[in-house]
């Protein structure tokens, strides 16, 4: 009878359940599965595992080749340890074991717990609280390990994979930092540089052409990636340095955190957030030293504000070179007999001894002459009375929007209201206030009713796409604009998504969309 199960045995340990001593290594736990495969005269298929992986996530490259199986039917069930290696998410958890297992007929069987779902076994009542408890376990130990870098982050100690630059992790305590000779050579040098009067973009030419290593090549950071620009030192990465306290021995950390022990996801936090512990690593640049870069930037940042004319231009931002994507700069110009507005490509600025792109040299005065000429040639054969039934129609169209957009709404409450249900149930049939007969018959019957909702719903969407949602928007506004000729910084950001100029100095523009004309 057991032949007719294709085994898949599933084995997934995480850093953290190593570090905890757990005693589930992937070697304890694939010997007791075959044991229980071979006791109960199973047929094993395959082995999926997934080495140094979170449970709170399910993107795991095994797990989903396993899943892949289960929908060639090349097994049809799946043993693990226990309910944890699965995965400790429980919304994850519950969605498998309840919903995607049942409905692809895949037994599970997790043999410490004592679960198999195609048994009667009342240990299968406790999945949800298994599963529940499993991502208790996470967070505590999420918040515990969190506890304990801060009390280390507040004493001083260094947290980090990698040390910053100029710096190595001692090799008697990771916590602590000593001073890298050869980096903090470079780093002197950088501070002095920059005092001198260099740029930024200047240093960083001058690092890259004497084929200096990055700091992501000497901490071995790039060795898998693909990148083309590997040793090359980038403004931001210079510019961090020069504002880094850490080299005048003040060791700041905490500028960032997880935005939930479920997610990788990291965000900025603000600075009475940041944990400052003043003294701690040898310092490898002088406080003056680090003031008078210091000085320069607000200085910099002064001139930037008061001084640049390209603030006010018209079109300012929207112009782009069409090769590599990035924005043309463009900066003012003093000749022998008049000044003009001179645009580069920003990246043929900061690479231009890599040649990673050309310089797209072009005045400023030609671009707006021929954008607002084309402007003007589109305003000349405007059919106002034709742009304001559209606009009627797009008004209209609105309508209809919001009619549809509001049926959709309602039928996901109804959707809402469905699962409530059936998570009373499933509740009722736990308790045993109802029979498994009566669940199976009143889960099919909202399974049904959900996926008639969900049609309904994805024809809404489709019907929704008809309508053109940014001429809705904005027609109205720009009907009293175009009428009066008006062409001004509100009107070009209307009109205009972006401005690309190829190495040839041909222009193309990119309208937000297309009006009647």
């Not at 009878?1 to 997934?12: A, H």
């Not at 900066?331 to 022998?336: A, T």
Request: glycine share 4%; proline share 2%; hydrophobic share 35%.
């Amino acid at each position: 009878m057991n032949n007719k199960y294709k085994v898949g045995i599933y084995l997934r340990l995480s850093r953290e359940d190593e570090n905890l001593g757990e005693s589930g290594s992937i070697k304890t736990q694939r010997d007791l599965i075959h044991k229980y495969i071979n006791d109960n005269n199973l047929t094993f298929i395959d082995e999926y595992v997934d080495d140094g992986v979170s449970g709170t996530t399910f993107n795991r490259l095994s797990f989903s080749r396993m899943i892949r199986d289960c929908e060639s039917k090349k097994i049809n069930m799946i043993i693990t340890k226990d309910t944890s290696r699965l995965g400790r998410d429980h919304i994850e958890f519950g969605y498998y074991v309840e919903k995607y297992f049942p409905e692809h007929n895949i037994r599970y069987v997790a043999i410490n717990d004592g679960i198999d779902t195609f048994s009667n076994s009342s240990n299968n009542d406790m999945l949800v609280f298994k599963s529940a408890f499993n991502d208790m376990y996470v967070k505590d130990i999420s918040n515990k390990i969190k506890s304990s870098l801060y009390i280390k982050k507040v004493n001083g100690l260094f947290i980090g994979a990698y040390a910053p630059y100029g710096y190595n992790k001692d090799p008697l305590d990771n916590h602590k930092l000593i001073i890298n000779n050869d980096e903090a050579l470079i780093v002197k040098r950088i501070f002095n540089l920059f005092i001198e009067g260099y740029s930024i973009s200047k240093i960083c030419n001058i690092l890259t052409l004497e084929k200096i290593p990055t700091p992501s090549v000497n901490k071995n950071m790039n060795i898998r990636s693909k990148c083309n620009h590997i040793g090359v030192w980038s403004q931001r990465t210079v510019n961090s340095i020069l504002k880094n306290e850490i080299y005048i021995g003040n060791l700041v950390q905490g500028k960032q955190r997880k935005v939930s022990y479920k997610s990788k996801k990291r965000i900025r936090t603000s600075k009475e957030e940041w944990i400052i512990s003043k003294n701690v690593v040898p310092n490898i640049i002088s406080e003056q030293v680090f003031n008078q870069a210091k000085s320069i930037f607000e200085i910099n940042k002064h001139i930037s504000c008061v001084n640049n004319i390209t603030n006010n231009l018209l079109l300012r931002g929207l112009i782009y070179c069409s090769e590599c994507g990035h924005k043309i700069t463009f900066r003012n110009v003093c000749g022998s007999t008049n000044n003009y507005i001179y645009g580069t490509c920003s990246y043929y600025i900061k690479r231009k001894n890599e040649k990673l792109c050309s310089p797209h040299n072009v005045k400023y005065e030609d671009i707006e002459f021929l954008i607002l000429d084309d402007i003007k040639k589109h305003l000349n054969y405007v059919d106002f009375d034709l742009l304001k039934l559209r606009l009627e129609n797009s008004k209209m169209a609105k309508c209809k929007n919001d009619i549809l957009r509001q049926k959709i709404i309602h039928n996901n409450n109804e959707l809402l209201i469905i699962n409530n249900k059936i998570d009373i149930i499933y509740n009722d049939k736990l308790d045993k206030k109802i029979s498994d007969d009566l669940f199976s018959r009143q889960y099919d019957k909202f399974q049904e009713q959900i996926k008639l909702i969900e049609t309904e719903n994805i024809k809404l969407e489709e019907e929704l796409k008809r309508y053109d949602k940014n001429d809705i928007s904005i027609l109205d506004e720009l009907v009293s604009d175009l009428k009066n000729n008006k062409i001004d910084r509100k009107l070009i950001l209307k009109l205009i998504n972006r401005i690309e100029i190829d190495e040839d100095r041909n222009i193309n523009i990119f309208y937000n969309f297309t009006v009647p004309m």
